[in-house]
C-alpha cells in the first residue's frame, strides 16, 4: 500500500504521453513540494506543464490538504479543477477527484512527494501513483517527521523492483 508504481526525479520529468497511451485520462497532483517548493505560487513551469497535460488530453486536479486560499489561487493559476482540506490519505478526496474530472479511478494517475499521506491514499483509492523526489527539503516539522520512517518505506522498495 505505501509503493508507489514509478518513482520520478519531478513531475516535470515523467513522460506523460506514455500514461495517456496507457488509458490514464486525469491526473491528480498535491502541491505543495510536488510542483513548487511549500506554500509558492504557481511558476511559468507549472503552468507550462498543465497546458501540455490539456494538449494530450488529460484532465488534472489538485489535491491539497491546505485551506481553500492556497489550492484555489495555484488551480487558477494552472487551470485545474482542485480539492482542498482533503484528508489525505482518506479515500474521499481521491474519489471527489476522479467524479469531478468524470473518470473512474483506473483511468487516473496521482503524483505527490510524500509516502503516508499521497501514495497511501492513492493506493487505497484504486489507482496508479508516482512519488516524486520533493522539490524543496525544508519542509514543516510534521512532514520532517513522516520522512523518517519513509526511508524504511522506500529502502525495500528498491528491493521491490527488481
Given at each position: 500500500?505505501?509503493?508507489?508504481?514509478?518513482?520520478?526525479?519531478?513531475?516535470?520529468?515523467?513522460?506523460?504521453?506514455?500514461?495517456?497511451?496507457?488509458?490514464?485520462?486525469?491526473?491528480?497532483?498535491d502541491i505543495d513540494?510536488?510542483?513548487?517548493?511549500?506554500?509558492?505560487?504557481?511558476?511559468?513551469?507549472?503552468?507550462?506543464?498543465?497546458?501540455?497535460?490539456?494538449?494530450?488530453?488529460?484532465?488534472?486536479?489538485?489535491?491539497?490538504?491546505?485551506?481553500?486560499?492556497?489550492?484555489?489561487?495555484?488551480?487558477?493559476?494552472?487551470?485545474?479543477?482542485?480539492?482542498?482540506?482533503?484528508?489525505?490519505?482518506?479515500?474521499?478526496?481521491?474519489?471527489?477527484?476522479?467524479?469531478?474530472?468524470?473518470?473512474?479511478?483506473?483511468?487516473?494517475?496521482?503524483?505527490?512527494?510524500?509516502?503516508?499521506?499521497?501514495?497511501?491514499?492513492?493506493?487505497?483509492?484504486?489507482?496508479?501513483?508516482?512519488?516524486?523526489?520533493?522539490?524543496?527539503?525544508?519542509?514543516?516539522?510534521?512532514?520532517?517527521?513522516?520522512?523518517?520512517p519513509e526511508k524504511i518505506v522506500l529502502?525495500?522498495?528498491?528491493?521491490?523492483?527488481?
Amino acid at each position: 500500500m505505501f509503493f508507489p508504481v514509478e518513482r520520478q526525479k519531478s513531475s516535470y520529468v515523467i513522460d506523460y504521453q506514455k500514461w495517456y497511451d496507457q488509458g490514464k485520462r486525469g491526473i491528480i497532483y498535491d502541491i505543495d513540494n510536488t510542483l513548487v517548493p511549500h506554500g509558492a505560487p504557481a511558476t511559468d513551469e507549472a503552468v507550462a506543464l498543465f497546458a501540455r497535460l490539456k494538449e494530450i488530453g488529460f484532465k488534472a486536479c489538485l489535491l491539497s490538504n491546505n485551506k481553500e486560499p492556497r489550492v484555489k489561487s495555484f488551480a487558477h493559476a494552472v487551470g485545474a479543477y482542485y480539492i482542498y482540506k482533503a484528508g489525505k490519505p482518506k479515500r474521499k478526496g481521491y474519489l471527489r477527484a476522479c467524479e469531478i474530472m468524470e473518470i473512474t479511478p483506473e483511468q487516473t494517475l496521482f503524483i505527490g512527494d510524500q509516502v503516508f499521506t499521497d501514495i497511501w491514499g492513492a493506493n487505497r483509492s484504486g489507482m496508479d501513483c508516482i512519488l516524486v523526489n520533493p522539490i524543496n527539503p525544508k519542509e514543516e516539522i510534521q512532514i520532517v517527521l513522516k520522512r523518517i520512517p519513509e526511508k524504511i518505506v522506500l529502502f525495500f522498495y528498491r528491493f521491490k523492483r527488481k
